[in-house]
């Protein structure tokens, strides 16, 4: 029997005589999609997809995912985000940095992966403004982004860039909202945190005059 010959673990096409092709895939275990969804966070049916797209292979799942959210991304960058979190950085004692990253729910905004990221954006917001006082949000986007996600993954593209690939793995419309940065240099910056990250602010704690 031709069809008792084939491996199940491994996935095969036949050539048949109607000239059309029939695809045997590989076996994905509940083990499998669960460890995939711990690497990645993403949603189980797209983790379960994923692995039968690439005959049960972890690395090459991760690679899928992260190629099918580019394409995603713009599929998804219509659904309504209002959820995430703002990130602040205080550059010294006089100036402070904000930046609001946004998820679908805010289930995806206690994810550690999503928190990972906006810290990153954060940083690379830090040093962006640093050398270009007048940046602005869609600078950032352009920036370039060298990102770990904490489970062995690593991502090096613009910041827009990742972001999309970050929507496969996740599963969500992300989107880095706005950024913007404070500056007294008589004065002291503080910052200004409520309900978990999801509202902040930068607050201009103390100014100094002087008058001779």
């Known amino acids: 029997n031709m069809l008792s010959t084939i491996r199940p673990q491994i996935s095969h096409k036949l050539l048949l005589g109607s000239g059309m ?28 997809k994923a692995l039968t797209e690439n005959d049960g292979n972890i690395e090459e799942a991760i690679t899928w995912l992260r190629q099918r959210g580019v394409a995603v991304a713009g599929k998804k960058a219509g659904r309504s985000a209002k959820q995430g979190l703002v990130a602040i950085q205080l550059d010294g004692p006089s100036k402070g940095l904000i930046v609001e990253v946004n998820s679908e729910t805010d289930f ?21 403004s640093a050398n270009n006082t007048n940046a602005t949000v869609e600078d950032l986007k352009a920036s370039s982004l060298n990102f770990d996600d904490g489970e062995g993954n690593q991502f090096s593209a613009s910041t827009e860039e990742v972001v999309k690939q970050m929507v496969g793995i996740i ?20 910052s200004y945190i409520h309900n ?8 201009i704690k103390a100014s100094v005059c002087r008058t001779t």
Not at 27 to 44: C, F, I, N, S, W
Not at 196 to 203: E, F, K, T
Request: net charge positive; with cysteine.
């Open 196 to 203: 978990q990250y999801c509202v902040s602010a930068l607050v």
């Open 171 to 190: 599963g969500e419309n992300l989107q880095v909202r706005r950024c913007d940065s404070l500056e007294e240099p008589n004065g002291i910056i503080t």
């Open 21 to 48: 092709h029939c695809r045997f895939f590989a076996a994905v275990t509940g083990a499998a999609v669960k460890e995939l969804r711990v690497k990645t966070g993403a949603p189980m049916l797209d983790c379960k």
């Open 108 to 128: 995806v905004a206690k994810n550690e992966r999503f928190q990972r990221l906006t810290k990153a954006i954060s940083d690379n917001w830090l040093q962006l």
